[in-house]
């Protein structure tokens, strides 16, 4: 006796998965936050502890930078304006679909310019895409110099490095602004959080 297949296909599998199925399966309403700012701005610290204090209280996260981005899947890219423009597109594609798994993506990129923060935005939804304005002057990320990379710059054996040979355009209207001189990391990470947990929680 034959059988067809279509006797096996259940309705209720009929349907893909929606992301609202999923934020509700992780009780929490996903975000993207897009940190910009100089280098040795702070990006990176205040994504770690507010991913830390997120995880504490029960929220998927998923942190995108440099070290995971840069090292993989875009490890073809440089620093031109062509390939920084590039970096941000498939950054801003990879969190779309991080957002529409429910899982809330926070982004530690430079990000230099408006219309690459803009971009971001309009491949992202502007209803899931949170700019946080990591707002340290040049001179201290430049004492601060995290990674040597000032030095470099000044030196001369850094090139397009933004802030020193490349422009950073301060986004004008940042959903959030965090001003890190002469504040805790844990004061910043608390700020952020104060902020974006209202959006976050169902
Ligand atoms: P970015 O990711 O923007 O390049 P990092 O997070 O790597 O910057 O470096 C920021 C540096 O500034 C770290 O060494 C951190 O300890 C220091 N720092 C001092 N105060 C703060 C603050 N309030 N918030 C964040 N970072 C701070």
Redesign the pocket.
């Known amino acids: 006796m034959t059988t067809k297949h279509s006797e096996h296909i259940y309705p209720v599998f009929d349907r893909m998965l929606q992301r609202s199925d999923k934020e509700k399966l992780l009780k929490q309403r996903a975000k993207v936050i897009w940190?910009t700012?100089?280098?040795?701005?702070?990006?990176?610290?205040?994504?770690?502890?507010f991913e830390r204090l997120l995880y504490n209280k029960g929220f998927l996260t998923q942190v995108l930078?440099g070290d995971n981005i840069r090292s993989g899947i875009n490890s073809n890219l440089g620093f031109t304006e062509e390939d920084r423009a590039e970096n941000i597109r498939r950054i801003a594609e990879i969190s779309k679909l991080f957002v529409n798994c429910g899982v809330i993506t926070i982004n530690?990129f430079?990000s230099p310019t408006i219309a690459i923060r803009e971009n971001a935005k309009q491949i992202i939804g502007e209803q899931d895409f949170v700019e946080v304005f990591?707002n340290?002057p040049l001179e201290i990320?430049e004492q601060?110099d995290?990674?040597g990379l000032y030095k470099k710059a000044r030196a001369g054996e850094i090139k397009n490095f933004t802030g020193i040979d490349a422009p950073f355009e301060a986004p004008v209207n940042p959903d959030i602004e965090?001003k890190?001189?002469n504040?805790?990391?844990e004061?910043?990470?608390q700020e952020l959080a104060d902020k974006i947990l209202p959006l976050i929680q169902i």
């Open positions: 940190m700012g100089l280098s040795g701005s702070g990006k990176t610290t205040i994504a770690l502890g930078d530690c430079v990591v340290t990320c601060r995290v990674k965090i890190t001189e504040k805790t990391i004061e910043s990470v």
